[in-house]
């Protein structure tokens, strides 16, 4: 069995069963859902990061600076973690795929801004992220986006999806239920919602949005879903 665990707001880690530690947009440092500091991961094989904003980039350089963890993200961004001394990345753009010995990652369309945290000259590329870990344990991480009709391309092909639902800056609860229409996962976890006044949600109207088309497990910080 894989297992994610999800460290609040848009930050979650997956154990995938070859033992591989993966960690997608970690922001634990100013987190206030964090279940956990950044500290407390020793060993991470990989970061994958979907764009720059602080509340998902926030952890990357120093996380992959301790660990040693490979770093994937877009040249755009992994030109900033560079120059700030991470040196073992792996560069990507959307729409392509690479087979990873932990699984295939591929980067999709998300909409959305690409500002870099502590850096105001240069912009990114936002991305989401599909992860093939094997039968059954396909993985999508939306990253922060619009509603966008590129979902549609996704049907059938996810069975675990991780949406956001805080409104505001990405789609809300209404918006996300019609992405579970368009990308038809087996499990929908809601993220990215709750962790300031204006992302505040009700998990239970999404739920009840999403109504037999999907499985929502509602997951608090620090709490693990095998899959
Ligand atoms: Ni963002
Ligand atoms: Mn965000």
């Known amino acids: 069995m894989a297992r994610l665990t999800f460290h609040g707001h848009a930050t979650c880690s997956i154990l995938t069963d070859d033992g591989t530690t993966l960690l997608i947009d970690p922001w634990l440092e100013g987190n206030p859902r964090a279940d956990r500091g950044p500290e407390d991961f020793d060993t991470v094989d990989a970061i994958l990061c979907t764009h720059g904003h602080a509340d998902h980039f926030g952890d990357v350089i120093p996380i992959a600076l301790r660990t040693g963890a490979l770093v994937i993200a877009t040249p755009e961004l992994l030109g900033y973690c560079g120059s700030k001394g991470v040196q073992r990345t792996h560069a990507m753009s959307v729409g392509g795929a690479y087979r990873f010995p932990f699984g295939t990652v591929k980067m999709v369309v998300a909409h959305h801004g690409g500002g870099i945290a502590g850096d ?50 990405t789609m809300g609860p209404e918006d996300a239920a019609r992405a579970v229409e368009f990308i038809r996962p087996g499990i929908v976890v809601p993220i990215h919602y709750d962790t300031f006044p204006v992302i505040r949600q009700n998990p239970g109207l999404f739920r009840d949005a999403v109504g037999e088309r999907a499985s929502v497990r509602v997951l608090a910080p620090g709490e693990t879903l095998e899959f």
């Open 120 to 169: 105001g000259a240069h912009a990114t590329p936002p991305v989401g992220f599909l992860l093939d870990l094997g039968p059954g344990k396909r993985v999508y991480h939306a990253g922060d986006t619009a509603l966008t009709l590129d979902m549609q391309l996704l049907a059938g092909r996810v069975d675990l999806a991780l949406l956001p639902i805080g409104d505001n800056f």
